[in-house]
Every structure is written in structure tokens, then in C-alpha cells.
């Protein structure tokens, strides 16, 4: 257990629809990573927040938004969705801020667009 | 910007040696390794800094050449236990705190 919590860990939804992903991360950890893990895919990076600020940006489609909360879980928000927007999301914390420290990383949510 | 990982698959005998290579295009920061075993979430192995510090698991062991952007993992004696798909991250630094990470390399060990 890593102790990073993500809800839901299943969801299945139709085109056009909006999803929000929630993540809860370690007890103490600061820095949240959202990354999406589609087949054949590496891991792609999505957007890290820092203490509530946004402090990196990946290939994160305009579509897509976050945030980080004062309580420091964070929610992924998913638009207007697509059948290429299926995969695997998963939410990563970190004490470290600026990529020097080890990632743990939540069991992710499995999001099936039909 | 994404690290690029080789071999893209190896196939081991349990006990055997292999090495897997990440090099990036950019100035690093840190190099990460990651472990994903099947249906499961990436598990941290180690990182390696600029200018040397590692931190990580004793049995697991990486290099991290600065001067050519380029990292490689080191697994010896290989058991039935490593198997799973090894991910390289890297960070550019600088104001760019990105954690990349390559496309990953599927290792697989037989008995």
C-alpha cells in the first residue's frame, strides 16, 4: 500500500461525457503527478501541483483541467470525452518538489469511454 | 523530450544478467526508475542526481553519465520476481520540473 488513494478505481462512461478523478495522496507529501498510462503507452505525463500551485505541465489536453486543494487532495477533470481518452490514470505524490524524490504512486482509476 | 529506453524487451533465465539503457536529448536534473509489474502501479527503484547522490534500494544498482545524458539499470542474478515492464523518468531541471518518463522495457524471467 502506498498510501495514495484514488476513486474511482473503475469508470466506464459514454463520448461526450465529463469525469472527475480524485486523488488523495500520502500523509505529509506536498507535490501531486497526474499521469495517463493508455496501451502499448508509456506513461504520460499530465500536470504536477506543488502545495496547491501547478508547478509543472505536460501534454495535458486543453480538455483536461486539475487542481490541487488547500487539503492537498487533488481532483483530475475530464471533458467532452473521447474513445482515445480510455486508459489507465494514475495520480503520484512526492515530499520532493522539484523531481528529486521518490514517487508513490496510487493504484489508478481505469477509465473505459464507450 | 520523452527519455528513450533499450532494449524495448529482453527475455532473461533466471540468474542472468541484463542491463537496460535510458538517454535523453536534454541536460538531466535526476533519473528515476520505476518497476510495473502487470496490473499494477509503478514501484519506485531509484534515482539518480546530478552531481552524483543516489538514493534507492540496496540490491538494485544504476549509473548516471551527466556529461552524455544517459542512465543505465543494472539487474544481476536476475530472480523470477523482476519480471515487469522497467520505466526510466528523467528531469530537465532548470524551471522545468517534468517527470518524463520512456516508453518502458518489458523484462521477462523464466525458471
Known amino acids: 500500500d502506498s498510501g495514495v488513494t484514488q476513486t474511482p478505481k473503475h469508470l466506464i462512461t459514454a463520448t461526450g461525457q465529463r469525469v472527475t478523478l480524485r486523488c488523495s495522496p500520502r500523509?505529509?507529501?506536498?507535490?501531486v503527478y497526474w499521469y495517463q498510462q493508455s496501451l502499448d503507452q508509456g506513461l504520460q505525463f499530465l500536470i504536477q501541483?506543488?502545495?496547491?500551485?501547478?508547478?509543472a505541465k505536460g501534454n495535458i489536453l486543453e480538455r483536461f483541467s486539475a487542481q490541487q486543494f488547500p487539503d492537498l487532495h487533488s481532483e483530475l477533470n475530464l471533458s467532452s470525452l473521447e474513445l482515445g481518452d480510455s486508459a489507465l490514470y494514475f495520480c503520484?505524490?512526492?515530499?520532493?518538489?522539484?523531481?528529486?524524490?521518490?514517487?508513490?504512486f496510487g493504484e489508478g482509476s481505469r477509465l473505459t469511454v464507450l | 523530450q520523452q527519455p528513450v529506453q533499450s532494449p524495448q524487451a529482453v527475455i532473461l533465465r533466471e540468474g542472468e544478467d541484463a542491463v537496460i539503457n535510458c538517454s535523453s536529448s536534454?541536460?538531466?536534473?535526476?533519473v528515476h526508475w520505476y518497476r510495473q509489474k502487470h496490473g499494477e502501479a509503478p514501484v519506485f527503484l531509484m534515482i539518480?542526481?546530478?552531481?552524483?547522490e543516489q538514493k534507492g534500494h540496496d540490491k538494485i544498482s544504476a549509473s548516471f553519465n551527466e556529461k552524455k545524458q544517459q542512465s543505465s539499470l543494472y539487474l544481476t542474478a536476475s530472480q523470477l520476481s523482476y519480471s515487469g515492464t522497467y520505466f526510466c523518468?528523467?528531469?530537465?531541471?532548470?524551471?522545468?520540473?517534468?517527470?518524463?518518463f520512456g516508453k518502458g522495457t518489458l523484462l521477462t524471467v523464466n525458471p
Open positions: 500523509s505529509g507529501d506536498l507535490s
Open positions: 536534454k541536460a538531466l536534473y535526476s
Open positions: 503520484a505524490s512526492s515530499a520532493d518538489r522539484v523531481g528529486a524524490g521518490e514517487l508513490f
Open positions: 523518468g528523467t528531469v530537465s531541471g532548470g524551471s522545468n520540473y517534468k517527470l518524463t
Open positions: 501541483y506543488y502545495n496547491g500551485e501547478e508547478r
Open positions: 539518480l542526481l546530478k552531481g552524483g
